[in-house]
């Protein structure tokens, strides 16, 4: 069974935007918190933002603040992240996840139990 989708990737140039969009199973969006994680190559998996679901509020890396933005649609159950000004580091793939972390561990991808298959973003220079 399916719970996440993911779509929206894509290749741009520096200084470019894509909106990346996730659709939630019903069981996954009962989850307390949606991700957006991304794995480089040789790299371990990193939380990108996060947002709670009931009470909004959202969560990001240090190297995406200001740049990248998530947000939801709860009544469709689509989690988005809208990401500006994209740099070449930014390449990955990206993943959507759905899960339940504990206090300020929002960013750990084993605290999430639900995972899309990845959408590949590629920046170039």
């Known amino acids: 069974l399916v719970h996440l989708v993911e779509s929206g990737g894509g290749s741009v140039q520096a200084g470019g935007s894509l909106r990346l969009s996730c659709v939630a199973s019903t069981d996954a969006y009962s989850s307390s918190y949606m991700g957006w994680f991304r794995q480089a190559p040789g790299k371990e998996r990193e939380g990108v933002a996060s947002i709670y679901t009931s009470g909004g509020a959202t969560y990001y890396f240090d190297s995406v603040k200001g740049r990248f933005t998530v947000s939801q649609d709860r009544v469709n159950k689509m989690t988005y992240l809208q990401m500006n000004s994209l740099k070449p580091e930014d390449t990955a793939m990206y993943y959507c996840?759905?899960?339940?972390?504990?206090?300020?561990?929002?960013?750990?991808?084993?605290?999430?139990?639900?995972w899309g298959q990845g959408t590949q973003v590629t920046v170039s220079s």
């Open positions: 996840a759905a899960g339940a972390p504990g206090w300020n561990r929002w960013f750990i991808p084993d605290e999430y139990s639900y």
